[in-house]
């Protein structure tokens, strides 16, 4: 029994990553139909930078908060200065465009940084059982999400985000600029991604360390339903318990492929994820 | 109140790629005027509607909105000047609640902690007071016409612009609907461009219409005068 605990615990908390990271695709996704492939690389960025800070200030936090912000902040830009102009050519070819850009942003850390390993250190202790840094993954995941419900439900500018996800020339019939939505959405995403990145991060940053994270957190936000933000906290969590309980009982080397299994699973029973929206849409 | 035009067009063109859409249409509404925008289907009526707020870029002419040149604004500035559009359908949000769809509605205004117009269009359609906290998509097709309506009210505009609010209501609530534009002139000097396929019930609620044939001014003049008229009616109108 108290091995299922340790399971469960540990899979919750490193659901929390997945989750996170699921949390962006699905934002961006909703609002643009768009999968954004260069999510992990901008998380790279906003690590790699909370590290350098925190190496010059000593603090992990003044670290974690550069890190949230650069998140913020790159997100909002690409979507301006990148995003913007090609999707009004194609659909497809932005999708193509984050995937460079992962490519590039991958390239250009190894070169700033280096392509060796570097450590990087938890929020907190994170030895034993449900250690205070597995605690704090979930509360803040769980806190982000939280926030993210009650800002798109309940202010004006949820209100506006929503209209312009849903119906973008309603909404600017109604006065909403969409342009400025969709910056704010990809900020959003952005900053949560880099969340997820200073979770899913530790103990070793090198330039590819969030692809399986990456992995892992598409395929919640697929398991959720990709336009449903609850669902990728879900799916999130779904995968992070099936990969512990499949590699305690089973064997870790097994882990890896319990995700594929979960997907597979949860699609041919429900085909747009746990918590989709109805696909009828009108024409 | 000024004599001028409250909306004024003047020669506008459009194009929908290769092919002109629009070819020099003009037309002035005056202050509480109610206008009527006929002709086939093609004719460019929705065309003009979408190019007055911007969905759709102008090649030349000016849109003048109480003396102000609107022609290049982006839709979502075209809407706080005072020009209200219901586009074809209604463009109800379906996945947003009613008093969600009206609030949206309202958004933009400075005043928009002000509950007055949100309880004024409340009043206006008792049928959604009734379901303001249920999903558009919950709605049948003549109550998502009233919030759609009711959306572009909350905006508090000059000139609001219908387009085929009729498309697939039954008579009974299209009659609802015409009764309310006239209803809402009167008690808040609205000014409505109507666009419509329903000649004869458009031509009978406004004061004033206009005839576009393959994107051009065929005929325009007091919507009495284009009832009686016998040529008129068979040539564009259809009845």
């Known amino acids: ?283 | 109140m000024s004599t001028a035009p409250l909306l004024s067009v003047r020669g506008l063109t459009a194009h929908h790629g290769p092919v002109r859409a629009l070819t020099d249409v003009s037309l002035d509404v005056p202050h509480q005027g109610l206008c009527a925008v006929l002709g086939a289907n093609g004719a460019g009526k929705t065309t003009l509607l979408r190019t007055l707020t911007g969905l759709h870029p102008a090649t030349s002419g000016r849109v003048l909105l109480d003396d102000e040149d609107i022609t290049r604004l982006p839709t979502e500035k075209v809407i706080t000047r005072g020009l209200a559009h219901v586009p074809e359908g209604g463009g109800v949000i379906v996945e947003l609640t009613v008093e969600e769809n009206l609030r949206l509605g309202g958004l933009w205004r400075a005043d928009r902690r002000d509950r007055t117009t949100f309880d004024e269009v409340m009043a206006l359609f008792p049928p959604l007071a009734e379901r303001r906290s249920r999903t558009a998509s919950t709605l049948s097709g003549g109550e998502r016409q009233m919030l759609a309506i009711g959306r572009a009210l909350m905006a508090r505009p000059k000139v609001l612009l219908l387009d085929e609010p009729s498309l697939g209501l039954a008579p009974r609530v299209t009659r609802q609907i015409f009764t309310l534009l006239r209803d809402l002139r009167a008690r808040t000097g609205l000014t409505v461009v109507l666009v419509e396929q329903n000649a004869a019930g458009a031509l009978s609620v406004t004061d004033h219409g206009l005839v576009l044939d393959q994107g051009r001014v065929a005929t325009e003049g007091p919507s009495d005068g284009l009832l009686a008229d016998e040529r008129t009616r068979h040539a564009y109108l259809g009845f």
């Open chain 1, 1 to 283: 029994m108290t091995h299922f605990i340790n399971l469960t615990l540990n899979g919750l908390a490193s659901g929390a990553g997945y989750a996170a990271l699921a949390l962006s695709l699905v934002i961006i996704y909703q609002a643009t139909r768009l999968v954004n492939f260069a999510q992990p690389a901008l998380a790279l960025l906003s690590v790699y930078t909370a590290y350098t800070v925190t190496q010059l200030t000593g603090s992990y936090w003044v670290g974690f908060a550069a890190a949230l912000t650069v998140g913020l902040v790159v997100g909002a830009l690409v979507e301006r200065v990148i995003i913007r102009p090609i999707a009004r050519t194609s659909q497809l070819n932005a999708i193509i465009v984050t995937l460079g850009l992962l490519l590039v942003i991958q390239g250009v850390v190894g070169m700033v940084w280096g392509n060796e390993q570097h450590g990087f250190r938890y929020a907190f202790d994170y030895v034993g059982r449900f250690a205070p840094s597995d605690v704090f993954a979930l509360a803040s995941v769980g806190g982000v999400a939280l926030l993210l419900f009650l800002v798109y439900r309940f202010t004006p500018l949820g209100l506006r985000m929503r209209a312009a996800a849903f119906r973008p020339e309603a909404a600017r019939l109604s006065g909403v600029k969409v342009g400025l939505m969709l910056t704010v959405g990809w900020g959003i995403a952005s900053l949560i991604g880099a969340l997820a990145g200073m979770l899913a991060g530790p103990p070793f940053l090198s330039p590819n360390v969030f692809d399986v994270v990456f992995v892992f957190g598409i395929t919640a936000a697929v398991v959720g339903g990709l336009d449903n933000p609850f669902g990728a906290v879900v799916g999130g969590l779904l995968i992070g318990l099936g990969m512990s309980y499949v590699s305690g009982y089973v064997g870790p080397e097994l882990a890896t492929l319990s995700a594929l299994v979960i997907v597979v699973l949860v699609l041919s029973v429900r085909p747009d994820g746990i918590l989709s929206r109805p696909t009828a849409r009108k024409v």
